[in-house]
T-cell receptor
Framework: GAGVSQSPRYKVAKRGQDVALRCDPI?????LFWYQQALGQGPEFLTYFQNEAQLDKSGLPSDRFFAERPEGSVSTLKIQRTQQEDSAVYLC?????????????FGPGTRLTVT | DAKTTQPPSMDCAEGRAANLPCNHS???????VYWYRQIHSQGPQYIIHGLKNNETNEMASLIITEDRKSSTLILPHATLRDTAVYYC??????????????FGTGTRLQVTL
């Protein structure tokens, strides 16, 4: 079946621009996570949704970062007034509440470059 | 979640077993050991997880020491497609809600001909 998809795959933004990154989780998956991965580092948690509820946003680095999942399926990560330090790969993952609960399925990521 | 320590890199000849170690000396009783891998330009992929018993699936085997302070991921017959960064992650078990994964820097496994 279809996996987690993310769009765009690559995004170049000028410093100060706003960007929106989209995540389409696996159909029916209740949980959705966003991670940020800097070059040469492991992914770092940003935020977590259970259905449409954002239950944990402790990893968002600043108030310029905002995530939503209004209908409990597609999610958007928005970064306002982008800075060079925002350059990274942004990964989305989803998981179900069934027998595969422990497994998070990751998308391919969006590579954001801020110039 | 407990902290994990992994070697930064390892090499393995194709067809041989790859044994990737992980130390997690501060693991607590309700924490599981997970392994994910990340092939270049892809998102991480779940491999296996375990609590205290050894586990095996179609991808790999997980050996956890009796004191649970360390574990080893075994790829029995490594292929070039197994070249990736392998992450060992310790995380509390199912509590009714999903929980984040805390990645370290992992082990970069290079499989060679």
């Amino acid at each position: 079946g279809a996996g987690v998809s993310q769009s765009p795959r690559y995004k170049v933004a000028k410093r100060g621009q706003d960007v929106a990154l989209r995540c389409d989780p696996i159909s029916g998956h209740v949980s959705l996570f966003w991670y940020q991965q800097a070059l040469g580092q492991g992914p770092e948690f940003l935020t977590y949704f259970q259905n449409e509820a954002q239950l944990d946003k402790s990893g968002l680095p600043s108030d310029r970062f905002f995530a939503e999942r209004p209908e409990g399926s597609v999610s958007t990560l928005k970064i306002q007034r982008t800075q060079q330090e925002d350059s990274a790969v942004y990964l989305c993952a989803s998981s179900s509440s069934g027998k595969d609960f422990y497994e998070q399925y990751f998308g391919p990521g969006t590579r954001l470059t801020v110039t | 979640d407990a902290k994990t320590t992994q070697p930064p890199s390892m090499d393995c000849a194709e067809g041989r077993a790859a044994n990737l170690p992980c130390n997690h000396s501060t693991i607590s009783g309700n924490e599981y050991v997970y392994w994910y891998r990340q092939i270049h330009s892809q998102g991480p992929q779940y491999i296996i997880h375990g609590l205290k018993n050894n586990e095996t699936n179609e991808m790999a085997s997980l050996i956890i020491t009796e004191d649970r302070k360390s574990s080893t991921l075994i790829l029995p017959h490594a292929t070039l497609r197994d070249t990736a960064v392998y992450y060992c992650i310790v995380r509390a078990g199912y509590t009714g809600t999903a929980s984040k994964l805390t990645f370290g820097t992992g082990t970069r496994l290079q499989v060679t001909l």
